[in-house]
């Protein structure tokens, strides 16, 4: 006979792990599937100065290893494993997953948003050859060498600071004038004497597709059509996020940009009405927020909601 979780939980970020933590302290034994970015986005940052309990701030990685250790220390497994299809309407609910087909009285999508690129042919051609969407990750080869990051918010402001450590310059593109990141950070960006600011400006490509490694960037200044070439070894984006939702499709409503539509915070819903032991948390159903403390929160909503959930139903 196939187990039965009571929980399987999807993603291993700040909203998964804070979900392992509360049902594992509950009893419920969930099994957490990492998913194809073990960790989340925390994971690949750097210092976080907002999480509430860390005056002098954490970096990404240890707190999500110190977030996983806690979460084991009352009994949640982690898998490095992913899930393809979702059946939300059997009871047990169906996963398909690179474990095999798994099933479980209830859910808990955390399977947060991931990089989003600009979409150029040029950009995807070089992805790992000097195209990164990971500043800490691949920050290192950019030792003494201009870079450009794109995008005007938080993320670009943050991927040019911790970029400023390695390259010799970097130049910050953004396609309007007006910047979506806070003050403290678009202040610390414009104030450092390594990074540049080019604003109403679009990357139409990403030079070096036949050497295989980034050449420079051509560029369109939006407002008068003028193009340049910009000459720098390396493109990071720091363009936003799309939600991890496909396996996802027809198993619960989303809305046109692909997040979980939830109610009462972690509800999933089907055609509006809610989706039995189906709940959300963190970045795949929030598009407002998307902080650590509300995705680790709503995490803790999302199992005490299943808590619930089993509870009324005997379990
Ligand atoms: P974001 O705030 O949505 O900003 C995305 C930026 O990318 C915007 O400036 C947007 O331009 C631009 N963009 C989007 N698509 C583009 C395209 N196809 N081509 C060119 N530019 C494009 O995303 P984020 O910076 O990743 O931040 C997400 C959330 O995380 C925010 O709530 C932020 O505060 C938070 N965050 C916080 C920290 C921190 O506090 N340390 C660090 C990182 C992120 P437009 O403005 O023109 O739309």
Redesign the pocket.
Known sequence: MTEIHDTVILGSGCAGLTAALYTARAGLKPLVLEGHEPGGQLSI?TL???FPGWPDGIQGPELIDNMKKQAARFGATLEHAHVSAVDANAHPIRLQSSLGELHTRTLIVASGASA?W??LPSEQALIGHGVSSCATCDGFFFRDKPIAV?????????EAIFLSRFASKITLL???D?????KI?LERAMAHPKIEFRTNT??EEVLGVDEKEVKGLRLRDVTSGAQDVLNVSGMFL????VPNTKMLLGQVDLDDEGYVKTTNNVFTMRNGAVVPGVFACGDVQDRR???AVTAAGSGCMAALEVEKYLEDRGH
């Open positions: 940052t976080v100065e907002n989003r600009l979409g794109v995008g005007g918010g938080d993320s670009a402001m943050e953004h396609r309007r007006a910047f979506r990141a806070s950070m679009v990357v720091g363009i936003g996020h927020y998307r902080q």
